[in-house]
């Protein structure tokens, strides 16, 4: 019953925007963390940001600045915000939840739901 949907990946130039949405369902969206992460072959897997039930960030450093993780609770719906994308942005993006309202450290392991991802292609 549980799912997340991500949308909005695709095929971009360095220096372009995307926008990623998860929709969620099954579970209270409103009381978990959520969080995006992504995974490629340079880098395998990695945390991107995650943000609280109440609405606190945190953003891996390599993407500080650039991307924004927000959220739309009546919605069940989460966002990732790409603004100058890299090409070592390239990845597939995956929507995650964690069943605690606060998010801690940005670790794959502690989430609980994944989505199927969405591919991200930036290139130079």
């Known amino acids: 019953q549980v799912e997340l949907v991500e949308s909005g990946g695709g095929s971009v130039q360095a220096g372009g925007s995307l926008r990623l949405s998860c929709v969620a369902s099954g579970f209270p969206f409103s009381s978990y963390c959520m969080g995006w992460f992504r995974r490629s072959e340079g880098n395998g897997r990695e945390g991107v940001a995650q943000i609280g039930s109440g609405g606190g960030t945190y953003y891996a450093d390599s993407v500080k600045g650039r991307f924004t993780i927000s959220r739309d609770n009546a919605k069940s719906t989460l966002y990732l915000q790409m603004n100058g994308l890299k090409p070592e942005d390239t990845a597939m993006y995956y929507c995650?939840?964690?069943?605690?309202?606060?998010?801690?450290?940005?670790?794959?392991?502690?989430?609980?739901?994944w989505g199927q991802g969405t591919q991200v292609t930036v290139s130079s």
């Open positions: 995650a939840a964690r069943s605690s309202p606060y998010c801690f450290i940005l670790s794959a392991e502690r989430f609980n739901y």
